[in-house]
């Protein structure tokens, strides 16, 4: 097996058990702060869409099928997209502190932050994931790969999203409404 596989299943195997080591740790401090839940299942429904998304891309990326054969400098391209990814995701995690929840809920006293990538953007987190999950795609320099990673993982999201903004709307009002005016979903000045 190519070293560049195995670079590949490994960081998507240690990313995995990041998010599901962070979700964990946070469950446990969180569980008494909890207000509200508005998630709708989207936490899940959002995982298994992932997870049809790596097997796609992952299966077709073991064939030649769609191959690129630039294998080094698409590999270096989603090595460099998924670093990326990883610290628009990190970031945005550290700036909603104590806010950040894996499910969409209400936290004790929560507020609507607007500093950092926030200040441009609602969702800067899925965008780090949306960005780590097209350079992991990427790497293996397989145009089907892309496509097939992206495409459920994208309908997820636009699920995800609209969930917690809809929660977002109820629990905030005017002011998130007014926020939701003067920012974009995932790409500033786009959308």
Not at 8 to 31: C, D, H, P
Request: net charge positive; charged share 20%.
């Amino acid at each position: 097996m190519d070293i560049k596989i195995i670079i590949i299943i490994a960081f998507s195997y240690l990313y995995g058990f990041f998010e599901v080591f962070m979700s964990l740790r946070q469950k446990q401090k969180r569980e008494k702060e909890i207000v509200k839940s508005g998630d709708k299942a989207s936490i899940w429904i959002l995982s298994v869409f992932i997870g049809i998304g790596y097997l796609l891309s992952f299966s077709i990326g073991a064939t030649k099928i769609g191959r690129i054969y630039h294998w080094d400098i698409f590999f270096i391209i989603g090595a460099i997209l998924t670093i990326v990814g990883l610290a628009i995701r990190i970031k945005s995690i550290l700036t909603l502190k104590q806010y950040f929840t894996y499910t969409v809920t209400e936290i004790e006293n929560h507020e609507l932050i607007e500093t950092g990538l926030y200040k441009s953007i609602r969702h800067p987190g899925y965008l780090g994931q949306l960005i780590i999950f097209v350079g992991i795609s990427t790497s293996l320099s397989n145009w089907l790969s892309i496509l097939l990673m992206m495409t459920p993982v994208l309908l997820g999201y636009i699920y995800r999203i609209n969930t917690e903004e809809r929660f977002m709307t109820e629990q905030f009002g005017q002011k998130y409404v007014d926020y939701q005016k003067r920012t974009k979903r995932l790409v500033p000045m786009l959308y």
